[in-house]
């Protein structure tokens, strides 16, 4: 690890040219961007193409930082990678945003970049208005129109391990579900299940329940009823395959 001191001095001589003085700087700083990264998995981008990413925001941090600022390298360059993450997916989102509202949120994130630099931190909504002249509600209504979308699949918490994702959180379309499994005839199969096992989806796709409200009426934790509908799923499917 370099110290404040070494980093000060790198800083100066990457600046000034130095290329080596650049490379090891981005050499020190990967971990940062791992652990940055690390917070935007689970959203359909592959992990290296996310460290990519970050590696030019700490590129730019490098390019762009003064001591003047105040703050330690690390606390500027943080911001500075997960913005650059934040716009890469923001990008490439498949929600078609106007084009004044996208120029609006391109400039909310250039006011946000120069005030972190002053600021040391990640600027509020109301800061950013203020600098703009403009009302917190257009600059959160810029900022959310660029949110890049959240996918049912998307892992929200780990328990025992185990990961939580949106779609385990939420309830099911009973009329759905219900005639889905009438029409495969699929009643028979369930029968089959273990009582356990079936006591949980008919639980959680005939009465509509998250696996939330299952695990508190039947004494278990949520991760314990996931593992036991991911189970009674299994065997459905291969008794399923085997009919």
């Given at each position: 690890m370099l110290g404040d001191e070494d980093i000060g001095g790198l800083l100066e001589k990457?600046?000034?040219?130095?290329?080596?003085?650049?490379?090891l700087l981005i050499e020190k700083n990967l971990n940062l961007v791992r652990s940055i990264v690390h917070r935007f998995?689970?959203?359909?981008?592959?992990?290296?193409?996310?460290?990519?990413?970050g590696c030019i925001g700490l590129i730019k941090a490098i390019e762009r930082f003064d001591a003047s600022f105040g703050v330690k390298f690390s606390t500027y360059a943080v911001p500075m990678v997960i913005g650059e993450i934040r716009r890469f997916i923001?990008?490439?989102?498949?929600?078609?945003?106007s084009r004044p509202l996208k120029e609006l949120a391109y400039k909310v994130?250039?006011?946000?970049?120069?005030?972190?630099?002053?600021?040391?931190?990640?600027p509020t909504i109301g800061e950013v208005a203020a600098e703009m002249a403009l009302s917190?509600?257009?600059?959160?209504?810029?900022?959310?129109?660029?949110?890049?979308?959240?996918?049912?699949?998307?892992?929200?918490?780990?328990?025992?391990?185990?990961?939580?994702?949106?779609?385990?959180?939420?309830?099911?379309?009973?009329g759905h579900d219900v005639a889905a499994i009438d029409n495969l005839a699929l009643r028979e199969i369930l029968s089959r299940l273990p009582a356990r096992e079936r006591l949980v989806i008919r639980l959680r796709f005939f009465e509509d329940k998250t696996q939330s409200e299952i695990a508190r009426q039947i004494g278990l934790s949520q991760v314990q009823v996931s593992r036991i509908e991911k189970q009674a799923l299994r065997l459905i499917k291969e008794y399923m395959q085997s009919s």
């Open positions: 990457a600046r000034a040219g130095d290329q080596n003085a650049k490379e998995t689970g959203r359909g981008y592959e992990w290296d193409d996310l460290f990519q990413i923001r990008d490439d989102s498949p929600v078609k945003v994130h250039k006011f946000q970049e120069r005030l972190q630099g002053s600021l040391g931190r990640e917190p509600q257009d600059v959160a209504l810029a900022l959310e129109a660029v949110q890049p979308l959240a996918s049912l699949f998307d892992q929200t918490f780990f328990e025992d391990g185990d990961p939580i994702s949106r779609m385990d959180q939420i309830g099911c379309d009973p």
